[in-house]
């Protein structure tokens, strides 16, 4: 099997979890530049809110990889407090593993009081 079908499969088994259950979804992708970020109601089919290192806001910024994506983890935990989201929300790391610049933008959302 190849790195790409093996990606593709561990993507559908955390998907599958995850919408079984009737939280919202925080979606995460990164590239090897930009990660993004979508905050997600699979019930009603839309994205609630959005962040990625590619807004103007982070795009000056100059640090770490890991930086940046713990900064953009605090943005999208302001948006969820400014939009006074009280549902419950599942992390959908796709399919990567949960260290680097995915852990620190768990930490930066985490350091913002919402839970996951």
Same mark, same amino acid.
């Given at each position: ?8 499969? #561990?993507? @559908? ?11 919202? #979804? ?11 970020? @979508? ?15 590619? @807004?103007?806001? !982070? #795009? ?13 983890? =605090? ?22 593993? !949960?260290?680097? #610049?995915?852990? =620190? !933008? ?9 839970? !996951?």
């Amino acid at each position: 099997m190849s790195k790409l079908t093996n990606k593709k499969k #561990r993507t @559908q088994r955390v998907r599958f979890k995850i919408k079984k259950k009737a939280n919202l #979804r925080l979606s995460l992708f990164r590239s090897n530049k930009f990660i993004y970020a @979508q905050l997600i109601d699979d019930s009603e089919g839309k994205t609630l809110l959005s962040s990625s290192s590619i @807004q103007k806001e !982070f #795009r000056d910024i100059k640090g770490s990889p890991k930086e940046i994506a713990f900064k953009i983890g =605090e943005s999208v935990g302001n948006k969820i407090l400014e939009k006074k989201i009280n549902k419950k929300i599942c992390l959908d790391r796709g399919g990567y593993l !949960f260290h680097g #610049r995915v852990k =620190e !933008f768990a930490m930066g959302v985490r350091s913002k009081g919402i839970k !996951f």
